[in-house]
């Protein structure tokens, strides 16, 4: 996939199938979106386009706001997700006051026309673009015929639980820790990537050694606490483990940490390497333990039932070395 970050280093086009979004965490509805572009391109034989933003867009335009955007996907995972569903060319326009003022009609000409000249503009039921997002699909059908394009809106998609797929929602659900209804949102397991940080050495003492975790993104979603069943992604391969965020009070308490419990035997030297970290189920909120022992304890029922799901759910596929 060809990506440009500015528009003077587009190489035109004669021809594309092209959409317009932020695509924000790439959910279900995006994927049919984009896919749906991309099925176009093919039967036309010209590109699939996709031109996105950076920052989302409310990171910018309620800069103040009390609770600020977090993400879902960083930009480099959505770039390698959209190369994976066969787009072609991506242009990742920088949001900023600028383009926030300019018109849909001046977005529409400057980045879309100018540059890909596309035959089709697909577009999601609640897109929107340019100045006050007057920029939807009944302004797209308008200038069609001037522009020499046809425009095809794809309706909303829903989730096996037949609500509406959104991000808002995706994040609501992401904060409460549902993984399940998460994966089922997103098309996959909720993930992020971390780099492994040095620790105070307690889970190894206690039996259970943990990896401690710095997202990559500071400004990435993560549940609000709690321990889960989880897998790490380390060299192309998967090892299943168990998560907690929390501030671990049995220790006295502290700041909100990350850490990882691999069930792999033989895992050395993680210090300083990223792991992509996938959330699968919530086993339990974090809680103050009446002694160390009692965590063990707790720790070891954790275990169990992490693995007692993932045989459940999870049957066939890779698992290194679980250890009992």
């Known amino acids: 996939m060809d990506t440009y970050r500015q528009l003077s280093e587009v190489a035109p086009l004669k021809g594309s ?27 036309k034989n010209v590109p699939a386009v996709v031109i996105t933003f950076d920052p989302h867009p409310r990171r910018v335009l309620a800069p103040d706001d009390d609770s600020p955007v977090q993400l879902i996907l960083s930009l480099a995972d959505k770039l390698e997700q959209l190369g994976e569903l066969g787009v072609d060319v991506t242009l990742v326009v920088e949001f900023n006051r600028q383009i926030s003022l300019l018109s849909a009609q001046n977005f529409l000409e400057d980045y879309v026309i100018a540059p890909f000249h596309p035959s089709t503009i697909v577009v999601g039921h609640d897109n929107r673009f340019g100045h006050n997002r ?63 940080v040095k620790g105070d050495g307690r889970g190894r003492e206690i039996g259970f050694p943990t990896a401690n975790l710095t997202p990559v993104e500071p400004d990435q979603l993560l549940p609000q606490g709690g321990v889960f069943v989880a897998w790490a992604e380390l060299d192309g391969d998967v090892h299943y483990g168990m998560v907690n965020i929390g501030s671990r009070p049995t220790f006295g308490g502290g700041n909100i940490v990350m850490e990882i419990h691999l069930f792999t035997s033989g895992l050395k030297d993680l210090y300083g390497r990223t792991l992509k970290v996938a959330f699968l189920h919530r086993l339990r909120d974090e809680k103050k333990f009446e002694s160390v022992n009692a965590l063990v304890d707790q720790l070891g029922q954790d275990r169990k039932k992490s693995l007692e799901w993932i045989n459940e759910n999870h049957e066939g596929e890779i698992v290194h070395a679980l250890v009992v």
């Not at 425009?151 to 549902?178: F, M, N, Y």
């Not at 993984?179 to 997103?186: K, P, Y």
């Open 134 to 196: 007057e920029g939807d699909a009944h302004f797209l059908q308008k200038l069609g015929p001037e522009f020499h394009y046809s425009v095809v809106e794809v309706t909303e998609v829903s989730s096996p639980a037949e609500e509406v797929i959104s991000s808002s929602r995706i994040r609501r659900l992401i904060s409460a820790g549902q993984c399940e209804e998460v994966g089922a949102a997103l098309g996959r397991p909720y993930a992020v990537k971390a780099t492994v």
């Open 17 to 43: 199938i092209l959409t317009i979004g932020t695509f924000d965490g790439l959910h279900l509805g995006h994927q049919e979106v984009i896919g749906k572009t991309c099925r176009l391109a093919r039967d």
